[in-house]
């Protein structure tokens, strides 16, 4: 498994328009982070979590070469405005529509903000189609099982995702937005090689993780290595990662780990 992090920021940017704090003009290249979204290859597949605004700088920097299918873990904006560039691998697909699996929330905010995209195929050349499925429990494939659970992000749920490839059997493990980690989702997690983790800053916050209840999150899953990502402009790349227990690092923009 290869994941590429093609986001690592909050849904404003790093750094955010207007600002002169040291992380916005720092000149550490971990400090510049695009919305939040990933990409990970999984025995053959090419599978996108998330689609921030950004997506088609970076699938145009990493060279991605097709997106199989997409798994929206919640419908915000930083998660789902890039969903329209995906028309260039609908057309490598002859026009049918990408499957997105999604929770009830990420269904709604995808028929109403891409209503003309949610069809079994293209109506016109070029133009993105979007087949939309509930993401089970469990979605057992080829490659891999897919393992899903319901996790809180103030007001709204989120999906947390555990990835199993079938050839290795290495696991890893996705929770980005959410300000805890539950008793299930840490269960599902145990024994990955491969752990992320919101971490959107030190100070608390309603609906997301702090650096430091994402570090507890860590040391209770256990795995190889975690990786904190969503983080705001108050953490300072360099700074923060330093503070940092052992297996624990910050995510940057660009950073590909194979698992």
Do not use: W
Request: glycine fraction near 8%; hydrophobic fraction near 35%; aromatic fraction near 6%.
């Amino acid at each position: 498994m290869k994941l590429y992090f093609l986001g690592t920021g909050t849904s404003q940017g790093i750094p955010m328009i207007g600002c002169d704090c040291e992380v916005c003009t720092s000149s550490d290249p971990r400090n510049t982070r695009f919305r939040t979204h990933v990409h990970l290859e999984v025995g053959g597949l090419n599978i996108q979590i998330d689609a921030a605004p950004e997506f088609r700088l970076q699938a145009i920097r990493h060279k991605l070469p097709k997106v199989d299918f997409i798994i929206l873990t919640h419908g915000h904006a930083d998660h789902i405005l890039g969903m329209d560039d995906m028309r260039v691998y609908c057309e490598r697909k002859g026009g049918e529509a990408i499957t997105i699996y999604t929770n009830e929330d990420g269904e709604q905010r995808m028929r109403s903000i891409y209503p003309y995209a949610i069809r079994e195929r293209a109506d016109v050349h070029g133009y993105p189609a979007f087949r939309l499925l509930q993401m089970p429990r469990t979605l057992d494939l080829p490659e891999c099982v897919i393992h899903s659970v319901s996790q809180d992000h103030g007001s709204f749920q989120t999906l947390g995702l555990v990835f199993e490839e079938k050839t290795s059997g290495k696991r890893l493990a996705y929770y980005t937005d959410c300000s805890s980690v539950s008793e299930e989702a840490e269960n599902l997690a145990k024994g990955a090689e491969l752990v992320v983790l919101d971490g959107l800053r030190q100070r608390q916050h309603a609906s997301h993780m702090s650096i430091e209840q994402a570090c507890e999150a860590a040391q209770r899953i256990g795995a190889i290595q975690t990786f904190l990502i969503h983080m705001t402009h108050h953490v300072d790349h360099a700074t923060v990662e330093a503070t940092l227990p052992k297996g624990v690092k910050l995510s940057y923009d660009n950073l590909v780990v194979e698992v």
